[in-house]
T-cell receptor
Framework: DAKTTQPPSMDCAEGRAANLPCNHSTISGNEYVYWYRQIHSQGPQYIIHGLKNNETNEMASLIITEDRKSSTLILPHATLRDTAVYYCIVRVQGYGGSQGNLIFGKGTKLSVKP | DTAVSQTPKYLVTQMGNDKSIKCEQNLGHDTMYWYKQDSKKFLKIMFSYNNKELIINETVPNRFSPKSPDKAHLNLHINSLELGDSAVYFC??????????????FGEGSRLTVL
């Protein structure tokens, strides 16, 4: 079972920031928080990951609370193409083939509306 | 060029048949995976290969047999297909190293329908 809890769906207006929450209250000290998204009929796409510091890349920002029990993925200026299911995943950053053992939950279906 | 490519994209077949899905990655990655996404949209790992060596083999019926002829290819063979095998199968790859990012690159998926 996934170790994260996400709202099943969210709406966001085009051009506005989309803030997607994730609860991971049982996260261990060596577990990272990963975010992936799946646009309809496509394969999942990596977005960002972090351990305890906030992270930012060209796609999004990841804000992790100080106690690490929750995090928020921020899409600063959502577009219609950001409509997708967003998955929050926690796992140990493994090596070799074990790093790919990602446990996907139900995710949050984000709908960006014009 | 597509980084991780799967063929076929769609596959419709009868129960009891044997079928294969092919996967190729041109990213130079050492590790490849097969994931299954069922009708409820849950995505779960099936197999993981690192440099042609099986690393992860989740609880998957032995009718499913992955084959990795080289580290750029990981094919999935399914024997005696059953209705419950209907799903979308995703191939993925990653490059583990001293400081792995955890980033997986997924293919577009192969939708298998068993009638």
């Amino acid at each position: 079972d996934a170790k994260t809890t996400q709202p099943p769906s969210m709406d966001c207006a085009e051009g506005r920031a989309a803030n997607l929450p994730c609860n991971h209250s049982t996260i261990s000290g060596n577990e990272y928080v990963y975010w992936y998204r799946q646009i309809h009929s496509q394969g999942p796409q990596y977005i960002i990951h972090g351990l305890k510091n906030n992270e930012t890349n060209e796609m999004a920002s990841l804000i992790i609370t100080e106690d690490r029990k929750s995090s928020t993925l921020i899409l600063p200026h959502a577009t219609l193409r950001d409509t997708a299911v967003y998955y929050c995943i926690v796992r140990v950053q493994g090596y070799g083939g074990s790093q790919g053992n990602l446990i996907f939950g139900k995710g949050t279906k984000l709908s960006v509306k014009p | 060029d597509t980084a991780v490519s799967q063929t076929p994209k769609y596959l419709v077949t009868q129960m009891g048949n044997d079928k294969s899905i092919k996967c190729e990655q041109n990213l130079g990655h050492d590790t490849m995976y097969w994931y299954k996404q069922d009708s409820k949209k849950f995505l779960k790992i099936m197999f993981s290969y690192n440099n042609k060596e099986l690393i992860i083999n989740e609880t998957v019926p032995n009718r499913f047999s992955p084959k990795s002829p080289d580290k750029a290819h990981l094919n999935l063979h399914i024997n005696s297909l059953e209705l419950g095998d209907s799903a979308v199968y995703f191939c993925a790859s990653s490059q583990p190293g001293l400081r792995p990012t955890g980033e997986l690159f997924f293919g577009e998926g192969s939708r298998l329908t068993v009638l």
